[in-house]
Each structure stands twice: as structure tokens, then as C-alpha cells.
């Protein structure tokens, strides 16, 4: 993993790219509407998903595309080792570079516009979840669209990441609202682990189809 962190961190580009961009919108977002506007809580957290899914797409594409030009994949297999953990390995440094900063920035423009008051930590997790679910879906999507174009993968699993937009859309109003979220953030949490890893196994017999 440690590799695939000092790959990721050397292509500056793909991990601090998505990272200003959701930046950018989070600033952007209260200059386009009055500030003292009823609205602004309600109108941020949608923002906020609709900027995550964003971001999610941005950050996987084309994830795998250096490894699988380079024929860094069918040496794996050549050799025997597993594609499995190399795909882990891979979204592992995308999750540490991109995703906890991107749910850093979340948090910090949440409680920015009023949207998060108290909870911090549990605000944190649950942004920082359901990115991993996101990233993971995505990367399916990006390997599928090996050589083919991203858009068929966003078009092939944008489904699978409406009930990760629901389930955190719960998850923001009982933030806002005050209401315990304990359980909601526990089922985040376990959908991004399940999420992750059978994303992850499923994105190894994609690229191993590619490659044969």
C-alpha cells in the first residue's frame, strides 16, 4: 500500500485535483445565494451530495488506466500475484489521499454554513463512509470503461450509488436535526466496508477480462 501511496502522491494531479475542485464549490456555493436565507442549510446539504458524487466520479477516472497501459496488470498475473490486492492497495491510497481530505473539507464548510453544530466526529466518519462507497462504485465504473470511455461506466453503475445518496441524505438531516445518528453512521460504515471490498473483487475480474 505504501507503494501505491507514493505513486498516487506523485501524480499530483489525480489526488489534489478532485480536492480543489470540491473546494471550489464549497466556496462558490453561499456567494450565489443570501447568506441569511432560510434556505441555506437545506440547499447546502444537497450541494454537498450532489459535490461528493461529483467528486467521486472525478477521482476514479481512469484509476486504473496507467497500470493497465503500462502492462503493470498482466505482469501481476504473469507472475502469480493478486490482482485483488493490487485493486485494494490502489483505492486504499485514493481512500487516505482524497477521500478523508475531501470529508475534512466537508466538515469544515458543514459547520461553515451552519448545516453540522454539533457531532463533529460522527459527521466526519459519515462523510469520509460514504466517500469510500462512492469511490468504490466509481472504480468499478472506471474499470469497466477500460478503453471504452468514461461515460459507459457512470451510466452502468450511477444506479448502484442512489441508495448511498439516500442513506447519507438521512444520515445529514439527523446531524442537522439533532437526532441520534450512531445507527445510521454504523450502517454507513458496514455498507462501506461491504461496498469496498466486493467492489474491489469485482474490479479485479473486470480488469483480468480486459487483460485476457
Not at 494531479?13 to 453561499?30: C, E, Q, Y
Not at 496488470?73 to 481512500?95: P, R
Request: aromatic share 12%.
Amino acid at each position: 500500500m505504501i507503494t501505491e501511496l507514493f505513486k498516487l502522491f506523485q501524480r499530483t494531479r489525480d489526488w489534489l485535483g478532485p480536492i480543489l475542485i470540491f473546494t471550489m464549490i464549497m466556496i462558490a456555493f453561499p456567494l450565489s445565494l443570501n447568506i441569511y436565507s432560510a434556505d441555506l442549510i437545506s440547499s447546502f446539504e444537497s450541494v454537498l451530495v450532489i459535490s461528493l458524487l461529483m467528486i467521486a466520479f472525478i477521482s476514479c477516472d481512469g484509476i486504473f488506466n496507467e497500470d493497465f497501459l503500462d502492462g503493470s496488470f498482466e505482469m501481476l498475473i504473469s507472475e502469480g500475484g493478486s490482482l485483488f490486492q493490487a485493486v485494494f492497495e490502489k483505492l486504499c491510497a485514493s481512500f487516505v489521499l482524497i477521500s478523508f481530505p475531501i470529508a475534512l473539507a466537508g466538515l469544515l464548510f458543514s459547520i461553515a454554513n451552519g448545516a453540522i453544530n454539533q457531532n463533529y466526529m460522527i459527521a466526519l466518519l459519515g462523510i469520509f463512509f460514504v466517500n469510500i462507497i462512492l469511490n468504490s462504485i466509481f472504480a468499478f465504473g472506471s474499470a469497466i470503461s477500460l478503453n471504452k470511455g468514461a461515460i459507459l461506466g457512470v451510466i452502468s453503475v450511477l444506479p448502484f450509488s442512489m441508495p448511498a445518496i439516500i442513506l447519507f441524505g438521512r444520515f445529514l438531516d439527523s446531524i442537522s436535526s439533532n437526532i441520534s445518528s450512531i445507527n445510521l453512521l454504523q450502517l454507513l460504515g458496514g455498507t462501506s466496508i461491504i461496498t469496498f471490498l466486493i467492489f474491489s473483487w469485482l474490479c479485479s475480474r473486470i480488469i483480468k477480462l480486459h487483460i485476457e
